[in-house]
T-cell receptor, first 116, second 112 residues
């Protein structure tokens, strides 16, 4: 596709359930980032992949959050035992190289997660 | 002190005026600075990047960086109603590796 694709666009779940959010980056982009954005806040860094490996997962809030990128393209963010505080828009971004070193981050439209 | 600070606004300017958006950051070692625009309900999009002290101009947008004062700003000349959005300042501090740290954003409203 032409841009970063995220699915689902909206997810409503109950407290304690497991959710998976998917990100398909721009073809050829080796760097992939997950951010979380709450209402009225800027995006908060969660994890960064360079290729298949998680190069930096320091932003993951706790061990309920996990992300994979097994083939170096599509990534899945997994949240176990969801809590109401997990409700936010989860943004995926990709970059042709490591974005913070000068590359542009291209964001997807986000997955809005609501935990009831 | 938060790593990247912005006045949340809203900043209201009339059409045709200059809008001035400001951002301060805490890590003096930061080298890369970005301005993203985010329309309501949409994802952020990059509008400017700046790495050296001074001004960088791109069309109606000018980014200004002062590393000594740890200050970065965005000027929008001839503001248009279509510029109404939230503007996010993002910084890449050394301890963040390759991640960008974003401010809360400043909401700009341009009235016609």
């Amino acid at each position: 596709g032409a841009g970063v694709s995220q699915t689902p666009s909206n997810k409503v779940t109950e407290k304690g359930k497991y959710v998976e959010l998917r990100c398909d980056p721009i073809s050829g982009h080796t760097a992939l980032y997950w951010y979380r954005q709450s209402l009225g806040q800027g995006p908060e860094f969660l994890i960064y992949f360079q290729g298949t490996g998680a190069a930096d997962d320091s932003g993951l809030p706790n061990d309920r959050f996990f992300a994979v990128r097994p083939e170096g393209s599509v990534s899945t963010l997994k949240i176990q035992r969801t809590e109401r505080g997990d409700s936010a828009v989860y943004l995926c971004a990709s970059s042709i190289n490591s974005g913070g070193a000068g590359g542009e981050l291209f964001f997807g439209e986000g997955s809005r997660l609501t935990v009831l | 002190q938060k790593e990247v600070e912005q006045n949340s606004g809203p900043l209201s300017v009339p059409e045709g005026a200059i809008a001035s958006l400001n951002c301060t950051y805490s890590d003096r070692g930061s080298q890369s600075f970005f301005w993203y625009r985010q329309y309501s309900g949409k994802s952020p999009e990059l509008i400017m990047s700046i790495y050296s002290n001074g001004d960088k101009e791109d069309g109606r947008f000018t980014a200004q960086l002062n590393k000594a004062s740890q200050y970065v700003s965005l000027l929008i000349r001839d503001s248009q109603p279509s510029d109404s959005a939230t503007y996010l300042c993002a910084v890449n501090p050394p301890q963040a590796g390759t991640a960008l740290i974003f401010g809360k954003g400043t909401t700009l409203s341009v009235s016609s």
